[in-house]
Structures are given as C-alpha cells and as structure tokens.
C-alpha cells in the first residue's frame, strides 16, 4: 500500500489562506447583517411609535371616541395614516383592548393580541409580539382626552417585512463579500504558485529536514564555503572559511571589503567572473579559491569554496628543496666522473704530482665550505639546506658564502620554531638571491667579479637573526612596498636592469611564503637596497644587491637568560 505523500508547504499554505480568507468574508457577512438587522429594527420601531403617537396627539381621534360609532371614524382615518407612514398596521382600541380599527375589517370588534398593561398605566413601550399578522415590532402607546386615558393605538411593521428589508440591503454587501472572497481565492493561489515553485513542491517536514542535513553538512565540510549575495555581503560561511580566512562571530553581513583581506584574495572574491584553483596567501595559510557565480538571470551572488593550501605549498617547497640536493649531487657525481678521468690520464702521463695536485684543489675547497658550515651552524636542518644551496649555486656559477659572524649553536633554537619555516624562509630567499645574482650572467657583457650571495646566520641576545645578501641588481624603491605580496617574483622580465612583478600565474608565492612563515612565528623581515656597501654584515666587499634580514624570536633563550 502507498503511502500518501503530505501535502506540499504550498498546498497547505493555500488550503489555510483560503480558509482564512473565508471565515474573515463570511465574519464580515454575519457581522454586517447582524448590524443591518438591528439597524433595521430600529428604523421600523421609530416609525411605529412615530405614526402611534401622531394618532394619540390627534384631536379628533378623542372626539370621535366621545361619538356614538368610533369604527366608522378612526377606521378610514387609520388606513390613511397606515398607507402614509409604510407600517404594516395600525389598530385603534379601547381601554379593555376591543379593537376599534384593523387593517382586516373582519377582525374589528375582536380582542387586541398582545401587552396593554404599560400604557394604561400612561406610558409609550415598544415589544415584538406575534398577532393575527404574524411577529411584528410594535408600539402602544395611550389616547389621553383631559388627562385621562380613554383609549390606545397601537402601530407595527411586521418581521417579515424587516427581514424582506435587510435582505434587500445585504444585497451590496454580500456581492462584495462574494468578490473579496474571489480575489482573496486568485491573489492566494497566485502566491502559493510561486511559493510552490520556490519550494520545488515540498512540505514543511521535507524543507525542515533539508535545513537540519544543510546546517550539519555545512559544519561537517572541513573546506572552507563562503556564499556572497548580489552586494558582495557574507551570506553564509561555514566553520572552515572562518578559520582559513580568520573570520569573527559578526562576519555575516558584512561586504568583502570590509574583512581586512590581502587585496589579491579581496579582487578574486569580488570578481563577476569564475576565478577556479587561484592560490592566494592569507596573514597566517595559503589557500585555493574557487568562485562560481549564482546563475538566474540576475546578479544573485557568489559562491567560493577555499581549501588550505599551506602545508602542501609548504611540502612543495621542501620538495624543490629536495629535487634541488639530487640534482646537485648528480651534477657533482659527473663532474667528479670527469675529475677522475682526468686524475687518470694525469697518472697516465706521468704527471703523478699534477693530477695529486688537481684532485686535492676541489676537495680542499668543497670541505673548507662544509667544515666552515658545521662548525657554525649547529642546526642540522639549517646546515643540510646551506650545503645543498651552495652546491645549487655553484651549478648556476653563482658563490654562495657564510658571513664571518655566523653561529648557531646546536640546541639554541626552540621546539616552538619549526624546521620546516626555517626551510621555507631560508631557502626561499637564497634561491631569489642565486637568481638574482646569476640573472646578470644572463644578460652579457664582461663580469667584473663573480657572482656572490652571502649569508648571516646567527642566534644572539633572544633572536635569531637570518640575513641573506646578493650582488644582483638589487631592488627598485617602487618594488619594495609590493614585494611581498602574491605575484611579485625575481623571475620577471627587468626593466632597464631592476627586477618588476609579474611571472605568471604559478610563480610569485616565495616572497609572499616567507612573510607568511615570519609573521606566524612572530618575527619580522626588511628589505632594503645594499648600494655601494663595503663588507658590512654582507661581508666579502660586494657593492651593491639586495639585503633582506629576518628576526625570529628565541622564547627558549629568553628564558634561559633569566
């Protein structure tokens, strides 16, 4: 057996809007009927008792009560004032209620049916009392000759005329009822059609139940989802865009340029059209936006689902690092291939003291730089990168250095500071100065020295200072404010002999990575032009390049100084 399905929100919101529209027409049918009945009644009493007490005040109704035959008097005289005033009858009698006058001559004579009581005593009243005519609203009021009653009149419409007449004048009001009812009908079926089609045709339990599994996906999604509307405001965000983008409680309502976001990510967010796996780096992560604009034929909003992108960028990195080490390593594989060969035909030659001579010259060099490195540098994740950087370098025919002032003792820097954002600003910034630096061979012409990059790296008074130097062409005063935001890479086109911003879609993310990687360590970093230095915390004389210097606090050693 099927189990009938329940009727849709619209349906229902249609069946209760009708039925109210219903009950407030037929409440206002009841209650203008009601109004008109008693308005009604009114009309018809006030003009009984106004033809009653014509009659009464009348002087020759006494008169002819005095005479020998009043019927034959106050009979045509009551018929005309009956047919003037539009009552249904009107009955002249004695003080004993014996009739004088009667709309039917058959019921003359007859006794009146109906109260006299109060107006023997002198007094008007008004009652509805059924008679020979039927119910009627009626009028007694007494006939008064000298101060004494002598006898009373009696003047009334009869129901069936009242409601003839209120029927008459409901006319109008229930055609108007009977219209409000119509439109009422139409206008709610209008809305609830449109509702239905808003609602796709579910009930209230269906659109209740698909709230409850919106809210608990929506929390449950570890991806960021930020909807905008039509204004670029916060719709809705979930958990994830409130972590990755470092939203507040308040951030719904709010436009997008009002949450303090790096202008690359605010761009993408209030572009119209689809942005898809955009990487742009936040205060803190790196993430992947995705927008999608809601479709309708109206600009309607946007929705964008970010992703964090930080640890994976981050093992990008160190797997360039990597890649970096096996490629240096297989260039000195071949080139120590080569040296032997040549060590051989030396040996061949009989130039035994040459070809010893050869063979120690490199690897007097090669282990000068390694014990240099070791006996500064204590830290075996610091030591590891400048060695596998200096082989790089010298691949690219660039010399990589360490300054002089260099000492990392090993156990100095703190569990709190992370190997791998030392990786990530260290080896980020060497790779821009070895390109740098190495960019002017690209360029031609005769080289006046070899190209140099130094480093300083040295944990002292609650710091850790890391400061890397190149003789490149250095940077330009206008690149230095945007240097560090996504898109600006040392691998652009030069203008004139100073590097610019641009690169591409996929480059432009090490700068931006290190600013990053110091901020969430609480650091900082400066840049600056080294024109014309000799030595200084460069060291090695160069003139000229790019400096930029990194403070890392050192929590531990704080510490331990206190």
Known sequence: MRVPRPRSLAGQLFAMQVVLVAVVVAGYAVF???????????????????????????????????????????????????????????????????????????????????????ALAGRTFSETYTGTLGPSVRVVTPIRDGGRVVGLVSAGITVERISAEVRRQMAVPAGVALGALVLGGLGTYVVNARLRRHTHGMNASELSRMHDYHQAALHAVREGLLMLDGRRRIALVNDGARELLGLGPGAVGRCVTELGLPPSLTGALLASEPRVDEVHPTAERIVVVNTSPVSGGERRGTVVTLRDHTELQELSG??????GFAEALRSQAHEAANRLHAVVSLIELGRAEEAVRFATEELELAQALTDRVVAAV???????????????????????????????????????????????????????????AGGENAAGGVRERRPRVTVTARAADGELLLRVRDTGPGISPEALDGMFERGWTTKAARRGGEESAGGGPGRGLGLALVRQAVRRNGGSIEAARAEGRGGGAAGGGDGGGAEFTVRLPLAAVVGAAR
């Open 32 to 118: 203008t009927y009601i109004t008109d009945l008693r308005q009604t009644e009114q009309t018809a009493r006030l003009r009984a008792m106004t033809a009653a007490r014509a009659i009464a005040v009348s002087p020759s109704v006494p008169e002819a009560i005095r005479g020998g035959d009043p019927t034959a008097v106050l009979q045509p005289y009551a018929e005309r004032v009956r047919r003037d005033t539009g009552v249904a009858f009107v009955t002249i009698m004695d003080t004993d209620g014996i009739r004088w006058t009667h709309p039917d001559p058959e019921r003359i004579g007859e006794e009146f049916l109906g109260h006299t009581g109060p």
């Open 318 to 323: 160190e797997l360039d690092s990597v890649r």
């Open 378 to 436: 204590g830290e075996p994740v610091l030591a590891a990168l400048l060695l596998g950087k200096a082989a790089q370098a010298s691949e690219r025919g660039v010399e990589l250095t360490l300054a002089p002032e260099s000492r990392i003792d090993d156990g100095v820097l703190p569990a709190e500071l992370p190997p791998r954002d030392l990786v990530t600003i260290l080896g980020n910034l060497i790779d821009n100065a070895v390109e740098a």
